[in-house]
């Protein structure tokens, strides 16, 4: 058994292309300073003594601007090209949150909260329209995995580090990290990688590749991505209100709180690879798509069944962490599969701006919900979304098997 398992995870590591090792490293520099919005509720509300209220609004200035950004960033990586749109995006994020740090009033969070996920975020429909072209057609939920593994090393680190940093030296050093870290990705980028051209391949013997010309015209997509908007908004909650709540309610110090968003890094640092190497062989990933949105969902109405307390916790950041290893890059690898190189930028950008679109929404949502009904009743509506988009995806996956059937 010993010897299969490690047989597994070489095999699930083998055969990726150095550039997409090269990426995924720089992504892990910049990611493990990407901590400052995991940690800006409790800033707000302990340093700065904002309202629940206000919070949501500023953390919805984030998701606004993120919506702007996966935009912005799509258009530009079809038109400019992925690596001029990623490196340009990085040096630049990482001076404005020089200045975010010295920000005090509501306004002024609001709109730094705007910029600096506009110019951050565009970096995010370049990076996943990179894959293809960096790892390759054949590899690229495997490519997308690695890369995923590397975002969330990258968070895992810095969570634990942050915690302890914010313990000692409060939250205003963490804009500063995060600033340098983006900077250093940004000069590792243009020094180890070049652009590649991606060449989309004719396989023989097989059944040509319908050809979509405008993601807004596909309407299975578009369902799609109204699904993967309802379950942003659950996935979100996990990232924004929950370190609140395991401040107020669970009486979990900083460190505390860091280390538990870690304990879903490490998850994801063991699991995932060696999991996504057997679900790609899977003909039927849409149905492991939709387990991973009922693990998120139970994730929070965990809480609500064992109560709260750091049981519930652990328990919570486990099918959490489970759910999001078989959601996201299935998903992910779904929307590039729907997608060919002259409008991978759009099919990436729309799915990016989904999730954005879930950043404004959700904490205003899940503030306003915890402030005046309490967290129980929010957790209970999470569920309820969750449920939503179990019930279009599976509608979707009947539509995906029908199509297949005709195509045979």
């Given at each position: 058994m010993?010897?299969?398992l ?18 995924s490293?720089?992504?892990?520099v ?17 340093e700065?003594n904002f309202?629940k ?11 606004a ?17 992925y690596?001029r ?5 990085l ?5 404005l ?10 306004w002024?969070?609001?709109l730094m909260g705007?910029?600096?996920?506009v110019i ?20 690229k939920?495997r ?16 969570s ?8 000692l030296?409060?939250y205003?050093?963490l804009?500063?990290?995060?600033g ?5 990705a940004?000069?590792?980028f243009?020094?180890?990688?070049k ?8 396989i023989?013997h097989?059944?040509p590749?319908?050809i979509?010309h405008?993601a807004y ?7 799609f991505?109204?699904?993967w908007f ?14 609140l709540f395991?401040?107020?309610v ?9 280390v538990?968003?870690?304990y ?12 996504v ?6 003909r039927?990933q849409?149905g ?5 949105v ?12 064992m109560g709260f307390?750091?049981?519930a ?14 959601n ?6 779904l ?6 190189p002259?409008?991978?930028g759009?099919?990436?950008g729309?799915y ?5 679109v ?6 205003l ?6 402030e005046?009904?309490?967290?129980a009743?929010?957790w209970?509506?999470m ?9 279009g995806?599976?509608?979707?996956r ?6 297949l059937?005709?195509?045979?």
């Amino acid at each position: 058994m010993y010897q299969n398992l490690r047989q597994l995870y070489i095999d699930s590591f083998s055969g990726l292309t150095r550039d997409i090792w090269l990426l995924s490293f720089i992504t892990f520099v910049n990611r493990s300073g990407s901590v400052v919005f995991f940690f800006l509720s409790i800033y707000l509300a302990v340093e700065l003594n904002f309202s629940k209220i206000d919070i949501g609004y500023i953390m919805a200035s984030h998701g606004a601007g993120s919506v702007a950004g996966a935009f912005v960033g799509g258009w530009l990586t079809d038109r400019v090209g992925y690596y001029r749109v990623m490196f340009w995006s990085l040096l630049s994020v990482g001076f404005l949150f020089f200045a975010f740090s010295l920000v005090k009033t509501f306004w002024m969070f609001c709109l730094m909260g705007f910029l600096t996920s506009v110019i951050g975020d565009a970096f995010r429909p370049a990076g996943m329209a990179s894959i293809v072209a960096y790892g390759g057609e054949e590899l690229k939920t495997r490519s997308m995995s690695l890369y995923r593994l590397a975002i969330n090393l990258g968070i895992g680190l810095g969570s634990a580090i942050a915690g302890i940093l914010a313990g000692l030296f409060g939250y205003r050093v963490l804009f500063f990290v995060d600033g340098v870290t983006c900077i250093i990705a940004a000069l590792l980028f243009i020094y180890l990688m070049k652009e590649e051209k991606e060449v989309e391949k004719k396989i023989k013997h097989k059944t040509p590749k319908i050809i979509r010309h405008s993601a807004y015209q596909d309407g299975w997509y578009l369902i799609f991505v109204l699904c993967w908007f309802l379950n942003a908004i659950v996935f979100i909650q996990i990232f924004h209100v929950l370190p609140l709540f395991c401040k107020e309610v669970l009486m979990m110090s900083e460190t505390g709180v860091g280390v538990l968003l870690s304990y879903n890094c490490v998850l994801i640092a063991i699991i995932e690879m060696p999991l996504v190497y057997i679900l790609a062989k899977k003909r039927d990933q849409m149905g492991y798509i939709i387990w991973g949105v009922i693990l998120i969902a139970m994730s929070l109405v965990i809480f609500n069944i064992m109560g709260f307390n750091i049981y519930a916790a652990v328990m919570s950041m486990t099918l959490f962490s489970i759910g999001e290893i078989i959601n996201f890059p299935l998903s992910s690898s779904l929307a590039l599969g729907r997608s060919n190189p002259n409008n991978r930028g759009q099919y990436m950008g729309l799915y990016s701006m989904a999730f954005s679109v879930g950043l404004i929404i959700a904490p205003l949502l899940g503030f306003r919900i915890a402030e005046s009904y309490g967290y129980a009743v929010l957790w209970n509506f999470m569920g309820v979304l969750a449920g939503i988009a179990t019930i279009g995806l599976l509608y979707l996956r009947k539509k995906q098997i029908v199509t297949l059937a005709i195509e045979r």
